[in-house]
Each structure stands twice: as structure tokens, then as C-alpha cells.
């Protein structure tokens, strides 16, 4: 079965954007070659890149003509967009989904192939991560502060335990942690530390 994969920016507060939709990192993260590969290697990974309708415009007005390296398995590896709204799709090897969320991404998971990776979002993340669906998450932290913006969790049932998995820092401050939800016992509601 096929592991759903969230991958995202994320600013140290934890916010995947700024309220107007915005990613303001900062600069100079291209110049970084170990961040821009393992982004690569990430991409390129995919069996499937998943996102809900927002990011999906954004992206299908950019990748088709874009000459960056990450164009080619943006355009290339089929795409899925979450969508109750989207009636057609113009950016090639992308397909609707508009059922239920969380039998769509079981649909996905039974299919063959490679891992599936969601890129958000904020709304498409946060229910994935409500509804329990994310095996592993990748976040990139980035080195700065919103102050307010579209949270990553939001209005979770209850807490969501992590385990650290693997974390790597870059020269540009750019932090990669990536983690896998763990199980607490039911007789251990909450945090266990």
C-alpha cells in the first residue's frame, strides 16, 4: 500500500503561509545544492502528487512553461486535486477528485505505484492531518516568524504525538524534520512526557 507523504514549508511559528496565501521565507534558498537536491529527490519520488484546489491553479499556471528543474517531474508524474468545486483541468496528467477526502486518498493508497505526496493547502492539509491520513510528514522549517498566517493543524480532535524520524539542517537555515504519526495508548490520553 502506498504511504500519503505531506511535504511543506513551514515558518519556526507554524504557519504554511501568510494570510494573503504568500510564502515569505526570504531569499537564497536556490543557492543552497544539498536543499535543492533532496527537494528533487523528493519530487521526483512521487508516485502521485496530491493538492487541493487553490495550490493546484497557482502550480498549473506556473510548471507547464516553467524552465526549472523542478518542471519536469511537476509536469511529468500525475497529479490529483481535491476539489468540489473544479469542474475540468487544463495542466496535463491531472485527474479530480471530488468525493469523500478520506476515500479518495484510501482509493489512492490501493492503487499501485510509488508514495503519494500532498503539497497543501493549508485547508487540503489540515484535513488530512485531522482525518488521520498522513504516514509521514515533511516539513521544511523555515528560519523565519509570521506572526499569523494558515496554520498547518487546525481544529484537531485531539493531539497528534509525532516521532522524529530523521532532521537535517542546511547552511541557508532551512531545517527539513520529517516524522511519522505514533500511536499513544488509550489509557495515556495526552502528552506522555
Same mark, same amino acid.
Given at each position: 500500500?502506498?504511504?500519503?507523504?505531506? *511535504?511543506?514549508?513551514? &515558518?519556526?511559528?507554524?504557519?504554511?503561509?501568510?494570510?494573503?496565501? &504568500?510564502?515569505? !521565507?526570504? %531569499?537564497?534558498?536556490?543557492?543552497?545544492?544539498?536543499?535543492?537536491?533532496?527537494?528533487?529527490?523528493?519530487? !521526483?519520488?512521487?508516485?502521485?502528487?496530491?493538492?487541493? =484546489?487553490?495550490?493546484?491553479?497557482?502550480?498549473?499556471?506556473?510548471?507547464?512553461?516553467?524552465?526549472?528543474?523542478? @518542471? @519536469?517531474?511537476?509536469? %511529468?508524474?500525475?497529479?490529483?486535486?481535491?476539489?468540489?468545486?473544479?469542474? =475540468?483541468?487544463?495542466?496535463?496528467?491531472?485527474?479530480?477528485?471530488?468525493?469523500?477526502? #478520506? $476515500?479518495?486518498?484510501?482509493?489512492?493508497?490501493?492503487?499501485?505505484?510509488?508514495?503519494?505526496?500532498?503539497?497543501?493547502?493549508?485547508?487540503?492539509?489540515? #484535513?488530512?492531518? =485531522?482525518?488521520?491520513?498522513?504516514? $509521514?510528514? =515533511?516539513?521544511?522549517? *523555515?528560519?523565519?516568524?509570521?506572526?499569523?498566517?494558515?496554520?498547518?493543524?487546525?481544529?484537531?480532535?485531539?493531539?497528534?504525538?509525532?516521532?522524529?524520524?530523521?532532521?537535517?539542517?542546511? @547552511?541557508?537555515?532551512?531545517?527539513?524534520?520529517?516524522?511519522?504519526?505514533?500511536?499513544?495508548?488509550?489509557?495515556?490520553?495526552?502528552?506522555? #512526557?
Amino acid at each position: 500500500m502506498r504511504r500519503l507523504i505531506l *511535504q511543506t514549508s513551514i &515558518s519556526i511559528d507554524g504557519y504554511v503561509a501568510a494570510l494573503d496565501r &504568500s510564502h515569505p !521565507w526570504g %531569499e537564497g534558498r536556490e543557492d543552497d545544492e544539498a536543499f535543492k537536491r533532496w527537494i528533487l529527490d523528493s519530487v !521526483w519520488a512521487a508516485g502521485a502528487h496530491l493538492m487541493g =484546489r487553490v495550490t493546484y491553479e497557482e502550480m498549473a499556471a506556473f510548471w507547464p512553461t516553467s524552465t526549472s528543474e523542478y @518542471a @519536469a517531474p511537476m509536469n %511529468e508524474i500525475p497529479k490529483v486535486v481535491f476539489s468540489k468545486t473544479l469542474q =475540468r483541468t487544463d495542466w496535463p496528467e491531472t485527474r479530480i477528485a471530488s468525493g469523500d477526502l #478520506a $476515500e479518495e486518498i484510501g482509493r489512492l493508497k490501493r492503487e499501485p505505484g510509488k508514495d503519494l505526496i500532498a503539497y497543501g493547502g493549508a485547508t487540503l492539509d489540515q #484535513a488530512l492531518s =485531522r482525518l488521520g491520513l498522513v504516514d $509521514e510528514y =515533511r516539513l521544511m522549517i *523555515q528560519p523565519a516568524a509570521l506572526g499569523a498566517g494558515l496554520p498547518l493543524f487546525k481544529d484537531l480532535d485531539a493531539p497528534l504525538h509525532l516521532e522524529l524520524i530523521e532532521a537535517t539542517a542546511y @547552511a541557508t537555515g532551512v531545517a527539513i524534520h520529517v516524522y511519522r504519526p505514533r500511536s499513544v495508548p488509550a489509557d495515556q490520553p495526552g502528552d506522555p #512526557a
